[in-house]
Structures are given as C-alpha cells and as structure tokens.
C-alpha cells in the first residue's frame, strides 16, 4: 500500500520541517482505526505502533496486530504517510514474527546491555531488517518507566553525545531513542524534564533522527521545543499510556484489559472508546508535535 512507508522519509521531512511524526501505540487492534482517523482529519503523517510487552500484556499478537491495521487502511483509503512499527522489542523472534506480519519498521532495544553487546545486537537487526527495507531504532542509553510496559526497570541513564555517534557509526541504525529526561508511564512524583542541550550536542554528533520516548504526560512546550530546535530535536515522539488511560476512562475501569476484554464490549462502548482515543490523537497532533498539514 503506496502510504504505508518505513520510517526513513517520515523522519527526514519531520526534522527538516521541524515537527514531530507522533508513534501512537494502539494496544489493541480496535484503537487502530480512530488513530489513522485522527491523522486522515489533520492531515498529518502517523505511526502506529505495539511494542513486545504490549504483545504479552494485552494478549494481541503482532500478525492480528498488522492484519487489522492493513485492513482499515484499505477500508479508509487515508492519504496521509503512515508507518506500522514495532516498538520496544529484545527477542529476534519477535522481531522476525513483526517483519513477516507487514511491520515497516521495527525497535530492537538493547540498551540494558554493555555498548558493545548493544551495538552487536542491533546489527544483526539492522542486517535482517534492511534486507527488506524495513527501517531499524535502537536505544543508548535508559529511559526510566513509571508503568514497566515498555522497560522493566526505573533506572535511568542519560544517552552520552560521544557514546550516540560511535553507535550510529557502527550500527547504521535509522532512529535512535535517547534518554534525555522522560519516562515511560504517567508521571506521579517526579516531574517530566527534556534535557534540550543534551539533545542539541547529540544531534551535533549523529545524522540519525532522534525519538523521544515517554511522551505521555510531558508538557506540550517541552515536546515542542525538542521538534522545533534550529539544529534538529526530536523527529519521533512515542505516546503510550495517556491512549489507553482515555480508553479505559470511557469504560470506568484502571489498569489494563486484554484484547479480548475489550473485544467483549458492546460496539457502542467500543465507539465511545474509539471517539474519546480519536479526540487524543488529534490534540496530540495540534499541541505537542506540531504535524498538523504535513501530510
């Protein structure tokens, strides 16, 4: 499908536009359609994405995951560039599954390893991925969490400008994730921080776009600034847990469901659930990614 694309161009022109392209996870495939909905009605580029521990969490598996998506974009015919991407993944095999299945892009996080390990594996998924022109984004360094969805630990370790252009250099990854002050989840204690000089000397260093990871939550201004920055920002900004949080506040519940749980709803609920995530998606677009008409 012509609109459905890696990642390479989606990225390119965000940082040379100075805007964000906003990485939705769905977690269940009935989130899917009011996302690429959402982008069709701004005219914004997308990405869906389903991470390996949404994979287990919400019991949906990544080809069902890639048939639905697929199968809306053939029912909605939407003009507007998209990418289905894999988010945080450790496991080849997930990996593999994810490429078979229709994902144009996918995440190989090995960033709990030491730098040469982190470096060895994502190679490996670089040389598997590009063979089909499947674009590759890794992590350097950790970026905490509040939720364990994404990561299974809250330590954090701010990326290292040096340590980001080596790794590039010897991984010719597409994307890289940096930490530089978010966290996966919602933020309870600690405040959300983006640490932009940081960004600004990885940029100096690598050619790579950079995504930032954890963007529920943050302040608008503080995502804006990180697109927005003259030297390049941020050209991906992953946004989990306020989608699901919105789902489950239409069906009064807290935690999380499985795919099944809430494919036993009635379709009206279903609706009211996909309406509310719509409503997100399009906020997310307008305030904090500034990709509103980049299409």
């Given at each position: 499908m012509e609109n459905v694309e890696n990642l390479t161009n989606l990225l390119q022109k965000a940082g040379e536009g100075r805007y964000a392209v906003g990485s939705f996870?769905?977690?269940?495939?009935?989130?899917?359609?009011?996302?690429?909905?959402?982008a069709v009605h701004t005219d914004s580029p997308v990405?869906?994405?389903?991470?390996?521990?949404?994979?287990?969490?919400?019991?949906v598996g990544a080809k069902a995951f890639a048939d639905e998506f697929y199968r809306v974009v053939e029912e909605l015919k939407p003009a507007v560039p998209m990418a289905l991407h894999l988010d945080h993944t450790k496991s080849l095999e997930?990996?593999?599954?994810?490429?078979d299945a229709g994902?144009?892009?996918?995440?190989?996080d090995a960033s709990e390893l030491d730098f040469d390990k982190n470096v060895e594996m994502t190679r490996k998924v670089v040389e598997l991925a590009h063979q089909r022109g499947i674009t590759v984004e890794a992590e350097l360094g950790k970026i905490g969490t509040t939720d364990f969805v994404e990561t299974d630990t809250d330590e954090e370790l701010y990326?290292?400008?040096d340590e980001a252009k080596a790794f590039c250099s010897l991984t010719h990854v597409d994307a890289l994730a940096v930490s530089v002050g978010t966290a996966h989840g919602v933020y309870t204690v600690r405040k959300p921080k983006v640490d932009f000089m940081r960004l600004k000397e990885i940029n100096a260093r690598t050619e790579v776009p950079l995504v930032l990871h954890g963007g529920s939550g943050v302040p608008s201004d503080m995502v804006l600034e990180a697109a927005?920055?003259?030297?390049?920002g941020v050209s991906k900004v992953n946004i989990a847990t306020d989608l699901e949080l919105e789902m489950l506040a239409v069906l009064g519940r807290e935690g999380h469901?499985?795919?099944?749980?809430?494919?036993?709803?009635p379709d009206e609920t279903i609706e009211k659930c996909r309406d509310a995530v719509r409503s997100l998606v399009e906020d997310k677009i307008l305030h904090y990614l500034n990709s509103k008409g980049r299409a």
């Open positions: 996870s769905a977690r269940y495939t009935k989130l899917i359609k009011p996302i690429i909905e959402a990405i869906v994405q389903l991470s390996e521990k949404e994979i287990v969490r919400h019991q997930t990996i593999q599954e994810a490429m994902f144009t892009s996918v995440m190989i990326t290292v400008p927005r920055m003259p030297q390049g469901m499985t795919e099944a749980e809430l494919n036993g709803y």
